[in-house]
């Protein structure tokens, strides 16, 4: 890693670049004689009516800095998917998978599988090249290659936070040409993805809490099979406490949403005590502890919130959870209109539902709300019956916008 802080401009890779020093001219010296003579020594006779003036001070003339180069500018590619379904043809890039390339297409992994001769357990090579053919339902804008000028402060991290790409995957665009480690002035091949470059380039938070939270952040894969990129930190906040900081990473979407609800629910409630959010994911994804899900930075759990008078270190039961409040927090959730699902035990709902009736919901609302009392088998409702969610709730954003490789 390269110390100090820096920035790096960013050129298409197409671009031709071209750097050349001109000939340098030899500078002549001359040296003259210097010939001494005798000073003549003369006395000035000063009137007192004419004092003399003091020399007027020579102000120095302002420094001009050079004005900085403009950085270099991106745009989205003009890009036309044309009918679909259609075949295209697929040039692989190392560390690409064919799970990943099943979500990017929307087809199904065996597909890709069958359409190539590949496998069932055979796997894309990791340097090498491959053309794939697809029957693509979906045709999402290519892959670009830009390069990145090295610059003092860079890694490869930090470069790849920069364009939202997986560290492992810049690293093994580059290793042929410029190795492992980074030299200044080198330049780093990035292979964007545009849909999630632009996310980057064109961001502009809705607020001061949403700046705190980073663009590019997004999952590849499942819930249940993926990896986080770019990931960005739950942030500290008014009203919540991260139980498990080095688990609070997600989405830049989930976690955006996520300070947004939490926020809404410290403004509007009574509630005297912080919440505590647990598990979101691992700062790359992946498998996470016991957990089933949490891989790629789209699930959160939070602790069911206990009543004021009952010691917070004990664990949630039914009667001890605050459970109007409760219910205030799963509204909060709710009214960001962003969330998939909210997993909570069929028995737990039933303490929700009678508090939403206490609370003055109608029936059409309680509906909405939660899958109580139509079966804890019933696809009715934000919130619905999962095993092993008695304690906490279990909250699941969508794939965003700038997701291309996220799989529901």
């Known amino acids: 890693m390269l110390a100090g802080l820096g920035l790096a401009g960013a050129v298409l890779a197409c671009d031709a670049q071209a750097a050349s020093d001109g000939p340098r001219g030899r500078a002549a010296v001359e040296l003259a004689a210097v010939v001494e003579a005798p000073l003549a020594v003369e006395t000035a006779t000063v009137e007192p009516d004419a004092p003399s003036l003091p020399e007027p001070a020579v102000e120095p003339e302002p420094a001009v800095e050079p004005e900085p180069e403009p950085e270099p500018t991106w745009r989205m590619p003009a890009h ?6 259609r075949w295209i043809r697929h040039e692989t890039l190392p560390r690409e998978t064919v799970a990943q390339l099943a979500i990017r297409y929307g087809v199904r992994e065996s597909s890709v599988r069958n359409w190539n001769e590949l496998g069932d357990d055979e796997e894309l090579h990791p340097r090498k090249p491959a053309r794939l ?16 000028r090295v610059v003092e402060g860079d890694s490869w991290g930090s470069i790849a ?8 995957r810049l690293r093994a665009w580059n290793v042929g040409a410029i190795g492992r480690s980074l030299e200044l002035g080198e330049a780093v091949t990035v292979w964007i993805d545009p849909l999630v470059y632009a996310s ?7 607020n001061a809490r949403a700046a705190l939270v ?13 990896v986080l990129v770019a990931a960005v930190q739950l942030p500290p906040g008014p009203g919540y406490e991260r ?20 926020d809404h629910f410290a403004a509007r409630s009574d509630y005297p005590n912080p919440i505590r959010v647990g598990t979101m994911s691992r700062q790359r994804g992946g498998k996470i502890g016991g957990h089933i899900s949490h891989q790629s930075g789209r699930d959160l759990d939070i602790r069911l919130p206990l009543r004021p008078e009952v010691p917070q270190s004990l664990p949630p039961t039914l009667r001890r959870v605050d459970w109007p409040a409760t219910l205030e927090l799963i509204q909060a959730f709710a009214d960001t209109g962003f969330v998939s699902v909210i997993f909570l035990d069929y028995k737990a709902q ?30 009715l409702g934000l919130v619905r019956h999962s095993p092993g969610h008695a304690d906490h709730i279990h909250v699941r954003f969508p794939c965003g916008p700038a997701e291309p490789e996220c799989g529901e």
């Open 214 to 226: 980073p663009p590019g952040a997004h999952g590849i894969g499942t819930p249940q099979a993926g």
């Open 161 to 168: 936070r920069r364009y939202g790409v997986d560290t492992s």
């Open 200 to 206: 980057i380039v064109d961001d502009v938070p809705q």
């Open 133 to 148: 053919r697809i029957y693509a339902q979906r045709f999402p804008p290519p892959r670009e290659a830009l390069s990145h």
């Open 80 to 85: 036309d998917p044309g009918e679909l379904p």
């Open 243 to 262: 139980r498990y900081p080095n688990s609070a990473w997600g989405t830049t979407w989930a976690v955006r949403h996520t300070v947004a609800a939490l």
């Open 350 to 379: 039933r303490r929700l539902y009678k508090a939403g009736q206490e609370a003055g919901l109608d029936d059409a609302t309680l509906g909405e709300l939660m899958q109580y009392p139509r079966g804890s088998a019933a696809s």
